[in-house]
């Protein structure tokens, strides 16, 4: 069987794939200082909890958080006896092309969310992440990644709101009941929602101007479904877009 995982900035998620289906997908908080052994203990406390049965043969890792990769090798190896695929990594072959400037890094999650679109709804995509960073990425007709845009976390806006100005509360998000804020967490929230739909509607409107072709636009991540509901935003919504290339990226390697 293989274990998934992917690595952010905020969480860390870990799926079995059986061969047929993810049986199993947990999330913790990502922490750089946890060792090959506390992942160990998490997972299969985790495990045994759900009664998943699991007979790991293979790990394949995407972190955008390099100090994590280390223990997450040991950890691999020690308890399943295998060496991971890392994304980014020279070892680790891509069934995609990458065509950005020379000497650029792109993010792993990136690259792992390119495949997995293209593979599920074809070429000419723009794939809007909503993580700790909120990226748009491009992907051309033939699947290549040809580069993206990278904004502010919802999240993370709204925290700084909360940090740089004394009088500002901590809030969280949701769809304000009308533009007009009539209190200051009213007020506040209107102006993250509202302004990241215009956010995604303009950047994805220059894009597809500057691409110069139809493209379809997918959503990933936790609060993808929150800014569906305001406006069509996107074509599609999958949760599961980042496991799902991470399996692609290993079947490509085994082949």
Known sequence: MLLTIDCGNTNTVFSIWDGTAFIATWRTATDHQRTADQYFVWLSSLMNLQGVKADITDVIISSTVPRVVFNLRVFADRYFNTRPLVVGKPDCHLP????????????????????????????????????????????????????????????????????????LPHVDIAKPQAVIGTNTVACMQSGVFWGYVGLIKEVCARIRAEHGKEMKVISTGGLAPLFQGAEKLFDAFEDDLTMHGLRLIHYHNQE
């Open 96 to 167: 995609i092309d990458v065509r950005v400037d020379a000497g650029t890094s792109v993010g792993p999650d990136r690259l792992v969310n390119t495949v997995a679109g293209h593979d599920l709804f074809g070429g000419n995509l723009i794939i809007v992440d909503f993580g700790t960073a909120t990226t748009f990425d491009v992907v051309d007709a033939d699947g290549a990644y040809i580069g993206g845009v990278i904004a502010p976390g919802v999240n993370l806006s709204l925290q700084a709101l909360h940090q740089q100005a004394a009088a």
